[in-house]
């Protein structure tokens, strides 16, 4: 069966500074692994998405992710966050069709 | 190219009523899913059409549940009669069968369905 683990539900973080969220998964095979972005009145809009070859990913709006096999991780990174990156953040594995989700991450940008 | 739409974007409804969502998917798209996040956990996956044809319905909770996609264009999601454990974000997504994106599902802005 696959499934996703977001650990953290909610993240504050300063405007400028770093972030990293976290996202671990199982899947039997070699997953389809997908970081999603839904803001405030929004849908979800497709950040990156990982199927093979380079583990480092790289997203729009600045946003990197990392598959680590072995860890069975695909954990999303940001250098810099912009006030507008507050919004809730969802991971998801699978293969061409059904997806598996994590329950999120919302991410609370201070000035 | 416009992206995948969802109507209404806003549904409240009392216990026993029925209600439609309907989907747009991006055109030319042949597949096209429906998810729904109930309460603030995970988002689930509910359906499975390719153009017409339901793929995979082992997500659907019971058979208060109808989904169809006549024509294999748009798709509607028939709740009847609704429950207050329905209520939740129904999202549509669709996905082209060929291409450079073929991998890769395209979420609309979901609609909010509120049961009371």
């Known amino acids: 069966a696959q499934s996703v683990t977001q650990p953290d539900i909610h993240i504050t973080v300063s405007e400028g500074a770093s972030l990293e969220l976290r996202c671990n998964y199982s899947?039997?095979?070699?997953?389809?692994l997908f970081w999603y972005v839904q803001s405030p009145g929004q849908g979800l809009q497709l950040l990156l998405k990982?199927?093979?070859?380079?583990?480092l990913v790289q997203g729009i709006k600045g946003f990197e992710a990392e598959f680590k096999r072995s860890q069975s991780s695909f954990n999303l990174r940001k250098p810099s966050v912009h006030w507008s990156d507050a919004a809730e953040y969802f991971c998801?594995?699978?293969?061409?069709?059904?997806?598996?989700f994590g329950a999120g991450t919302t991410v609370t940008v201070r000035a | 190219e416009a992206g995948v739409t969802q109507f209404p974007s806003h549904s409240v409804i009392e216990k026993g009523q029925t209600v439609t969502l309907r989907c747009d998917p991006i055109?030319?798209?042949?597949?096209l899913y429906w998810y729904r996040r109930v309460m603030g956990k995970e988002i689930k996956f509910l359906l499975h059409?390719?153009?017409?044809?339901?793929?995979?319905e082992s997500g659907m909770p019971n058979n208060r549940f109808l989904a169809e996609r006549t024509g294999g264009t748009y798709s509607t999601l028939k709740v009847q009669p609704a429950e207050l454990e329905d209520s939740g974000v129904y999202f549509c997504?669709?996905?082209?069968?060929?291409?450079?994106?073929?991998?890769?599902?395209?979420f609309g802005p979901g609609t909010r369905l509120t049961v009371l």
């Open positions: 997504a669709s996905r082209p069968a060929s291409g450079a994106s073929r991998d890769t599902q395209y």
């Open positions: 990982y199927f093979s070859g380079d583990t």
């Open positions: 899947y039997g095979a070699t997953p389809y």
């Open positions: 998801a594995v699978g293969g061409v069709h059904k997806l598996s």
């Open positions: 055109s030319g798209h042949d597949n």
């Open positions: 059409f390719v153009k017409e044809s339901k793929q995979d």
